[in-house]
């Protein structure tokens, strides 16, 4: 049972364009909601990380936008590029579980 | 520099053969952790260490040992691999006990069990 649905699996845009991924949790306590990018060969590096007591976090081109009521939380990546292409995972942790939760992830790809 | 290695990066094995993964870190964290990244799934934790003599089961730990006998190291042991464990082994260390502190990951073991 995943506990932290992501989509989509692929994800195809091109270069400047927005990219979106979603992710949708059941878990109510959850408490913290990192997004981690992983290039191919390597591990996951933490991108962007929110809490649920704000509903929006930037950093740069990317933001999270989170929805409490709805359950949802997502990654926008505004004016892709090239360098963007990689796999994202969404993530959610309870405080004192002492692990992430992870979702499937989705591969990015950004077309020159 | 900071990081978290593993070691081998690439094992082929076959069913029954024991084997162990190492895992290292220089940055004097105190929590540790292993997941397993399979298509479809995402990442799944297998055993977490909060400190030295200290490790405890997380989703999957089924067929997987750990030990934790000196701070910077967390090797994961298979003592009787199935073709079910062919994954992608990472390993992760933080500095503390907060969940919301960053996890820094290993470069990753893919291993082959046949």
């Known amino acids: 049972q995943q506990q932290v649905k992501q989509s989509p699996q692929s994800l195809i845009v091109q270069k400047g364009g927005i990219s979106i991924i979603n992710c949708a949790y059941e878990?109510?306590?959850?408490?913290?909601f990192p997004w981690y990018q992983q290039f191919p060969g390597k591990g996951p590096a933490l991108l962007i990380a929110?809490?649920?007591?704000?509903s929006e976090k930037k950093e740069g081109r990317f933001t999270i936008s989170f929805n409490k009521s709805a359950k949802q939380f997502s990654l926008h990546i505004m004016d892709s590029q090239p360098g963007d292409s990689a796999t994202y995972f969404c993530?959610?942790?309870?405080?004192?579980?002492?692990?992430?939760?992870f979702g499937q992830g989705t591969r990015l790809t950004i077309n020159p | 520099e900071a990081q978290v290695t593993q070691n081998p990066r690439y094992l082929i094995t076959v069913t029954g053969k024991k084997l162990t993964v190492t895992c290292s870190q220089n940055?004097?964290?105190?929590?540790m952790s292993w997941y397993r990244q399979d298509p479809g799934l995402g990442l799944r934790q297998i055993y977490y260490?909060?400190?030295?003599?200290?490790?405890d089961k997380g989703d999957v730990p089924e067929g997987y040992k750990v030990s934790r006998k000196e701070k910077r190291n967390f090797p994961l042991i298979l003592e009787s691999p199935s073709p079910n464990q062919t994954s992608l082994y990472f390993c992760?260390?933080?500095?503390?006990?907060?969940?919301?502190?960053?996890?820094?990951f290993g470069p990753g073991t893919r291993l082959l069990v046949l």
């Open positions: 992760a260390s933080r500095r503390g006990r907060s969940e919301q502190e960053t996890q820094y």
């Open positions: 878990n109510t306590a959850f408490d913290y």
């Open positions: 929110i809490r649920p007591d704000v």
């Open positions: 993530a959610a942790s309870v405080q004192g579980a002492q692990k992430l939760v």
């Open positions: 940055m004097n964290h105190e929590y």
């Open positions: 260490s909060m400190n030295v003599e200290v490790t």
